[in-house]
DNA sequence: CGTGGACCTGGTCTC
DNA sequence: AGTCGCAGGTCCACT
């Protein structure tokens, strides 16, 4: 434990005024911009949890808690943070000390900049323009899943994919302040939403908004004050049109994609694959999965089959931006069936899931014990144990190892860092092409250059790749 | 053992 | 309004 790593030399002033007007308070994290950066910690594809939610402030979950983050734009760069969502249970006070985890905050980030500069030029050349960009400490399992649906896949695609899983078999996480607090209210007022086909949380996402705020972030200079980009002024309120339908009734099944073209129609949303193929056998009610063991002890019961009419008022909060949702456990999504996936967009890799689910609660000691021990293997024992999951491949286990499992070593080497590589720092591979087996050639090359912690360095020159391959560094000077 | 395809889908780049 | 053997891979079938 590197002492403190901010040192911010004065108290600054109290964290602007958010987007949002009430709420809980905002406090300080006491880090500096050097320390964490959230422009190139959040949204560079450690995890795709976090979404912009206006003014330089994130919002994402983090365990069963809903964090709210931003970064003063003008001084130290420090951060300022809150929770907005809490699952019962979750006690306020440990707050700080979830985030702090989760940012993996006793790391000191400067000086590993300042060791990765003096080993290689090229890092010093450009990790002045990404500083703060931190590796996260995320949850094993939540990673995992997140992915197992990242390969040949967009990112954006990516971000809604994790949502649906999250909002069809997660647990909702009730909001502070939230009027009333009860969280089948605030679903049943987004369902009305939902039926205006207004994609609310798609404000601030992507855009040139990420370049302005990286450039913010990266020159510490000019806030920009790239506008808090007011989303629609749909209000949430309107038409209070009473519940027409009864809470229970999962009518939001048509949430679910669109009919596809060609391919056999899977049917469409959950409720609709179960009344159109099987009618016989419907509702057959959980009979044989009810009894999945007193784990869920949540009151909005994990069962499969509540899941499914949970899900579909969750589904249609989450897409008015109304809730968040803890990401499923293994036991809730043990519920999904490869079918259901499908129905939600998840193409293929839908019986990576379910199989990857499977074989982890066949896990003596269950999956998530299984998971977590692999923090104590090597990097090397990780990526072999997490590669007999299905849908998890080199990549996808490095991914794994090094965002979740403190394999700070791991380097996830996909086109990208492939590129990387065969330019810089295995110059001997290039022509080839990138086999399983030359992955742990790239990553000897970056720990032979940058050490213990190779792979948070490799994090800064991705991110460096990212912005330079989209010209977005233009001008910075070459 | 290394290489070539197939694989869901939809955002992005072009007619 | 369409298109792409695409996109931060993995699995499977062959040579």
Redesign the pocket.
């Known amino acids: 434990m590197p002492g403190d790593p901010a040192a911010a030399p004065a108290p600054l002033p109290p964290p602007p005024p958010p987007s949002a007007a009430a709420g809980p308070a905002w406090r300080l994290l006491g880090t500096s911009r050097e320390q964490l950066c959230l422009e190139f910690t959040l949204p560079?594809?450690?995890s795709f949890r976090w979404r912009r939610t206006g003014g330089g402030e994130f919002t994402g979950v983090v365990g069963r808690r809903v964090f709210q983050l931003r970064q003063d734009g003008g001084g130290g760069g420090d951060v300022a943070w809150r929770v907005i969502g809490r699952a019962r249970g979750e006690d306020e006070a440990r707050d700080e000390e979830a985030l702090a985890e989760y940012l993996n905050l006793g790391v000191d980030l400067a000086a590993l900049y300042a060791e990765w500069a003096a080993a290689d030029a090229r890092f010093a050349k450009v990790a002045p323009l990404i500083p703060g960009a931190r590796m996260m400490r995320q949850d094993p399992v939540e990673c995992l899943f997140q992915?197992?649906c990242?390969?040949?896949?967009?990112?954006?695609?990516i971000h809604?994919m994790v949502e649906r899983l999250c909002s069809t078999y997660g647990t909702p996480l009730p909001l502070i302040d939230a009027g009333g607090g009860d969280v089948a209210e605030a679903a049943a007022r987004a369902e009305q939403q939902q039926q205006q086909q207004q994609p609310a949380w798609e404000v601030g996402r992507?855009r040139s908004l990420s370049e302005v705020e990286a450039a913010a972030c990266a020159t510490a200079g000019g806030p920009g004050g790239g506008g808090p980009l007011a989303p629609e002024p749909e209000g949430d309120g309107g038409s209070g049109s009473g519940g027409d339908e009864a809470p229970g009734t999962p009518r939001g099944a048509a949430a679910a994609?669109?009919p596809?073209g060609d391919?056999p129609p899977?049917r469409r949303g959950r409720k609709g694959a179960r009344a159109g193929g099987a009618a016989a056998e419907r509702d057959a009610p959980s009979s044989s999965s009810g009894s999945s063991g007193g784990a869920g002890g949540e009151t909005t019961a994990p069962e499969p089959f509540a899941a499914g009419a949970a899900a579909a008022a969750a589904a249609a909060a989450a897409a008015a931006g109304a809730a968040h949702f803890a990401f499923p456990t293994l036991d809730q999504l043990s519920a999904a069936t490869e079918e259901e996936l499908?129905a939600l967009?998840?193409?293929?890799?839908s019986?990576?899931i379910t199989g990857a689910a499977a074989a982890l609660r066949a896990r003596p000691g269950g999956g998530d014990a299984w998971l977590r021990a692999l923090r104590g293997a090597t990097a090397a024992e990780a990526a072999a144990a997490l590669?007999e999951?299905?849908?998890?491949?080199?990549?996808?286990?490095a991914?794994v190892a090094l965002f979740s499992l403190d394999k700070h070593d791991a380097i996830?080497v996909?086109?990208?860092v492939w590129q990387l590589a065969t330019k810089y720092y295995a110059r001997h591979l290039a022509g080839?092409?990138l086999?399983?087996?030359l992955h742990p050639e790239v990553a000897a090359a970056f720990v032979a250059r940058f050490g213990e912690r190779a792979g948070w360095a490799h994090s800064v020159l991705?991110?460096s790749n990212?912005r330079q391959s989209q010209a977005l560094m233009a001008g910075a000077g070459d």
């Open positions: 560079t594809g450690q992915f197992i990242s390969q040949n896949n967009h990112i954006s695609r809604g992507k994609p669109p596809s391919a899977p499908r967009g998840f193409g293929y890799r019986k990576f590669e999951l299905p849908g998890v491949g080199p990549k996808v286990a991914c996830p996909d086109t990208h080839k092409s086999t399983k087996k991705f991110i990212l």
